[in-house]
């Protein structure tokens, strides 16, 4: 990667039209200008700019990196400011070496010194010092070392954004020579993960099947700090109140009720007029303490005045949570989307007991004034679009299925 001074030299070339004017206002010679102009270039493997007699202009190719290089840049110095508002030092902050870049990438994507250093070929001490030396270039911490990994504090996280820009920047120049697809990472939330996000992955590749496609799933908190350091461009799943309006931009695109589900074949599957008072009896699978779905699940019975099933089990993984459902009379809170497939096969079923109180609305969210490239754009589109025929459609578990099966 190139460093922040070849950086902000193109940057300048870009916006004075000219490697002198560039010069003069950087305080460096016009060779040095020139030679950053170069390394740019060769980074990336394309010429950015064109000499006219109006002066240097920006190639296409160049005009999108450019782009993403002021993106970088802004970022970059935020993250200096949100560390150090009462200063700052161009002449330290302007340091920064493609050695550190590179090895702030790197952490920015693990998040573990081991995995980073072995990646990178070098030993974990030197990574540490060489993370050390950065923090000491810009004088500002970017990271807090804990026993079970790295925490980027808000400076970290702006420099790790920066460095995506950067990536979204080679990106958008690669889909445009097609040499490459580009690059798409979602992070999946549950609700999301076996009906909306798929479709959408789908339509996306058929427009652009040599997309690079990333779906990473985990924990609520964990997608979130992805999000903000730019491990994941988007996060899909049902919102929360508690996103800060400052840092994301949050879109519904349906509301989902939640479901009671059982193995097919289960003793309330064979009643008639079931009610919820007529769960109590068997065990249930609930989320974690304190998850907006535990919190559903106790309120459909606070709601109509009935005690809480005792018989409870924590699980935190679906895959889990189907096992336990095929092979006992155990109950589960869940979304019909979630268990498409099992439904289609007979295996699960849902109760036939109307769950209004557990609506929930299921979106996207992402960091506030993101540039989504041509595919990642064409993926919003699918979204909206899938989630626009999954609301509209009267069972749109079975329809969805049979669609994929045809095709």
Not at 111 to 131: D, F, M, N, Y
Not at 298 to 327: A, D, H, W, Y
Request: hydrophobic share 40%; proline share 4%; net charge neutral.
């Amino acid at each position: 990667m190139p460093n922040i001074r070849h950086l902000r030299a193109v940057s300048a070339v870009a916006r004075l039209q000219s490697v002198n004017r560039a010069a003069c206002e950087l305080f460096v010679t016009q060779p040095a200008v020139s030679q950053a102009i170069a390394c740019v270039e060769e980074w990336c493997d394309e010429e950015l700019f064109v000499r006219h007699r109006g002066g240097m202009l920006p190639t296409s190719p160049g005009s999108k990196l450019i782009d993403r290089v002021n993106r970088a840049i802004g970022e970059l110095e935020r993250g200096y400011w949100s560390a150090r508002p009462d200063s700052f030092s161009a002449d330290h902050f302007y340091q920064i070496s493609s050695v550190q870049f590179i090895a702030l990438a790197s952490l920015s994507k693990t998040r573990e010194w081991e995995s980073s250093s072995a990646a990178l070929g070098v030993s974990a001490t030197s990574l540490k010092r060489t993370i050390r030396a950065l923090e000491l270039t810009i004088g500002c911490l970017l990271m807090h070392r804990t026993s079970t990994g790295i925490l980027f504090t808000d400076a970290g996280t702006r420099f790790a954004t920066s460095i995506r820009e950067l990536e979204l920047g080679t990106d958008e120049i690669a889909i445009g020579c097609g040499t490459r697809g580009g690059t798409l990472r979602i992070g999946s939330m549950p609700f999301a993960r076996a009906q909306l996000i798929p479709d959408a992955v789908l339509l996306t590749l058929r427009s652009f099947p040599n997309l690079e496609v990333i779906i990473a799933d985990g924990a609520y908190d964990d997608l979130l700090q992805q999000l903000r350091t730019g491990e994941i461009d988007l996060m899909v799943g049902a919102l929360r109140h508690q996103h800060r309006e400052d840092e994301f931009d949050c879109v519904g695109l349906i509301e989902l009720p939640l479901s009671i589900v059982a193995r097919s074949g289960h003793p309330l599957c064979k009643r008639g007029n079931v009610s919820i008072g007529d769960t109590v009896e068997y065990p249930w699978i609930v989320s974690r303490d304190g998850s907006p779905a535990r919190h559903l699940f106790e309120k459909m019975f606070q709601t109509r005045g009935i005690q809480q099933p005792r018989n409870i089990l924590e699980v935190g993984c679906q895959i889990t949570s189907r096992s336990l459902l095929l092979n006992s009379d155990m109950l589960a809170l869940l979304s019909a989307h979630q268990i498409e497939f099992e439904q289609f096969t007979g295996q699960l079923s849902v109760l036939d007991i109307e769950l209004e109180e557990t609506r929930r609305t299921i979106g996207v969210s992402t960091r506030k004034q993101w540039s989504p490239t041509e595919p990642q754009r064409n993926f919003l589109s699918a979204l909206k679009s899938v989630s626009f025929s999954a609301s509209q459609s009267k069972d749109t578990r079975v329809a969805s299925f049979n669609s994929r099966r045809r095709n």
